[in-house]
């Protein structure tokens, strides 16, 4: 049988359960609460000692769950405490997880299984180390609260893991001409997509930071708008300087605003959907690249700076990387460039 003992303290009562296993005392504390709670408390205790088990070590014991609980449970913590957009992408990875390893167990999960799904995203999804990094970052985060939050897990199972290190062959950023530019926007009927793309090609900007972007970001008399999260671990929240085409444009999107506070508030909700109208545009224009998406626009802006002559690290800056080494990318220029900045010698 098992026994109460109650000791007061400044805030109330606490209370602990004592009972005796294999000739030995144990104790489970229960903590400040009423001794309605703490006799309900005790008599899951004495339940537990009636199937021969120890109480301590069974109130330790998570339950068990399946991934797809991990996916809700997860969720359901984040909503206060997370942007939609990492919970978006929480969702993604899990359950890309799950398509490769089926809903198992979460505590049936190993190295061995996450080893097989990085490969499994590398060599059957073709994605991008960059990609596969994210997945796991995100992965190991998620299972990290599962046991330190959510008290799924007694154990990370995946908190060895590395990030994947496959030498990937040295990419070139792809990026529009003037002609594919000029291409691009005839293509685009509908007149505030075409606001949007012109704001892409103007700023460089990622995907949400324009759809994300609100007025108050927005600082018209001192010619600055900001972009990115001010608190965004990896990306820098930066002033972009407003040149008067920029103002022209933010004008015409502040008198459609229709008192809404996202500047490009007709995509602010689904900013995928933008992805989705790059390439509508793409398989119906000729003469745009086969793989021309929406951070192409990115590229553009980048590769044009440096081709006008624009220092890597005020381009670095323009678009929000913390170091050049990511800006080197664009280093890709076109021949007939090249050519000419070696023209310029003065000897």
């Known amino acids: 049988m098992a026994s109460l003992e109650a000791r007061k303290v400044k805030h109330g009562t606490t209370w602990r359960v004592v009972y005796w296993w294999h000739g030995k005392q144990e104790k489970v504390q229960i903590g400040i609460t009423s001794k309605r709670v703490a006799e309900q408390q005790k008599a899951k205790v004495e339940a537990i000692l009636a199937n021969?088990?120890?109480?301590?070590?069974?109130?330790?014991?998570?339950?068990?769950?399946?991934?797809?609980?991990?996916?809700?449970?997860?969720?359901?913590?984040?909503?206060?405490?997370?942007?939609?957009r990492t919970i978006e992408v929480n969702t993604q990875a899990l359950k890309k997880l799950q398509e490769y390893s089926g809903d198992k167990l979460i505590e049936s999960f190993d190295r061995r299984v996450m080893d097989g799904f990085l490969t499994y995203l590398r060599d059957e999804c073709k994605y991008s180390r960059t990609s596969i990094n994210m997945y796991l970052?995100?992965?190991?985060?998620?299972?990290?609260?599962?046991?330190?939050?959510?008290?799924?897990?007694?154990?990370?199972?995946?908190?060895?893991?590395?990030?994947?290190?496959?030498?990937?062959?040295?990419?070139?950023?792809?990026?529009?001409?003037?002609?594919?530019?000029?291409?691009?926007?005839?293509?685009?009927?509908?007149?505030?997509?075409?606001?949007?793309?012109?704001?892409?090609?103007?700023?460089?900007?990622?995907?949400?930071?324009?759809?994300?972007?609100?007025w108050k970001d927005v600082d018209l008399p001192n010619g600055q708008v900001y972009l990115g999260q001010s608190d965004s671990k990896t990306k820098l929240r930066r002033g972009f300087p407003l040149t008067d085409r920029l103002i022209s444009l933010l004008q015409d999107l502040k008198a459609d605003s229709e008192g809404n506070d996202y500047v490009f508030w007709r995509f602010s909700k689904d900013p995928r959907r933008v992805s989705k109208r790059v390439r509508q545009i793409r398989e119906k224009a000729d003469g745009l690249p086969d793989n021309l998406t929406l951070h192409t626009l990115r590229h553009t802006f980048a590769s044009h700076l440096i081709m006008s002559g624009v220092d890597i690290s005020t381009v670095a800056s323009l678009l929000g990387h913390s170091s050049t080494q990511v800006t080197e990318l664009y280093s890709h220029l076109q021949p007939d460039h090249r050519m000419k900045a070696a023209d310029r010698l003065p000897y």
Not at 147 to 172: D, S, Y
Not at 185 to 196: F, Q, S, V
């Open 52 to 84: 021969d088990e120890n109480p301590k070590l069974a109130r330790k014991r998570p339950k068990a769950a399946l991934l797809s609980d991990l996916i809700v449970k997860d969720s359901e913590w984040c909503e206060s405490r997370r942007r939609a």
């Open 137 to 214: 970052r995100q992965i190991k985060a998620v299972f990290h609260r599962a046991v330190e939050e959510h008290g799924l897990l007694k154990e990370h199972p995946f908190r060895t893991i590395k990030p994947f290190t496959q030498a990937e062959p040295a990419r070139k950023a792809l990026f529009l001409d003037q002609e594919q530019i000029k291409l691009m926007l005839a293509g685009i009927e509908d007149p505030h997509l075409a606001r949007l793309i012109q704001f892409y090609l103007w700023t460089g900007c990622r995907r949400t930071e324009a759809t994300d972007l609100k």
